[in-house]
Each structure stands twice: as C-alpha cells, then as structure tokens.
C-alpha cells in the first residue's frame, strides 16, 4: 500500500506559478508511474499528467507548455510545477501512483488526499 501525501497548494493570481509536492511512503517509489489529477468544482476528474521511467512525461494538451512533472526517486517525491496560470486551472490537485503510466484514474490505485489551487483572475 502506498501512501501519497500532497503539499504546495494555494491561491496565486492569474499569470502566476506554484510548485506542488507529493511525498510517498513507498521505497520501490521508483517502480511507480506517478500522475497527477485534477477536479474542479462541480466536474469530473481530469487527468493532467504523468511521469515514468527515465523521467518520461505525457500531459494533457491544456497544461502543455505550461506544466511540468518531475520526480526525485531518492526523496520519494514527485512534483508538479505549474506556471502561466490561468483561473480555470482551479481545482483540487490529486496526486496517484501505478504501475501503468495510463491517463484515467483506473490506471492508479493510490491516490493522495487532494491539495486546492485557486487562481484568480
């Protein structure tokens, strides 16, 4: 069982960045696709991104250009750093682990509690 833990959420304005974390309490940490979703009010949850071996990455065309995951396999962190922000980017930040590198939440069976990030305009 792998235990995600997220931090760095926030209200920024539009135009701004914020970096969120996500600590695992798994040391095969780095045997793990690691992605991260999102869900706005109101919507369902989309996925936004997601990072596998040899720090390979695949996003959704929306975040292109303007997000980045990346990971540290030592610290058993994976981070999402999201610059441009634009206030439809609001929404609770998930991030999940699996061993498939899949872009719907089927593909990660564990998740993290959630972190809100709040742009406004």
């Known amino acids: 069982q792998v235990q995600l833990v997220e931090s760095g959420g926030g209200l920024v304005q539009a135009g701004g960045s914020l970096r969120l974390s996500c600590a695992a309490s798994?040391?095969?940490?780095?045997?793990?696709?690691m992605a991260w979703f999102r869900q706005a009010p109101g919507k369902e949850r989309e996925f936004v991104g997601t990072?596998?071996?040899?720090?390979?990455?695949n996003y959704q065309d929306s975040v292109k250009g303007r997000f980045s995951i990346s990971r540290d396999n030592a610290k058993n962190e994976v981070y999402l750093q999201m610059n441009s922000l634009k206030p439809e980017d609001t929404a609770v930040y998930y991030c999940?682990?699996?061993?498939?590198?899949?872009?719907?939440?089927?593909?990660?069976?564990?998740w993290g509690q959630g972190t809100q990030v709040t742009v406004s305009s």
């Open positions: 999940a682990a699996g061993r498939v590198a899949g872009n719907t939440q089927y593909d990660y069976p564990f």
């Open positions: 990072t596998w071996n040899g720090g390979r990455t």
């Open positions: 798994d040391n095969t940490f780095s045997n793990y696709a």
